[in-house]
């Protein structure tokens, strides 16, 4: 998890489920996390990247839900493949 250049999230394992099929798919992701900045995991909007495989699967701009020890999120749409 990222707020622009800062690393606000460090992620351990991780889920992915897709919750919702059609022009506009929804996804939610669940994960225990490695690590977590105090400052940076409270500011705005954050990008998420999940790895699979060769691929990184992205998310911009999401609102998760952090505690210390864990991080849910609703992804809206499909993500940015690269």
Known sequence: MRVGYQTAATLGPW???RTRSGPIPEYEADAS???C???WSQQGPM???LTM???IWAWAQVQPSLTAESLTVTLLGGPSIH
């Open 53 to 55: 495989g060769q691929r």
């Open 37 to 39: 900045d105090a400052f």
């Open 15 to 17: 889920t992915l489920t």
């Open 47 to 49: 990008d998420l990247e």
């Open 33 to 35: 996390l490695s690590s």
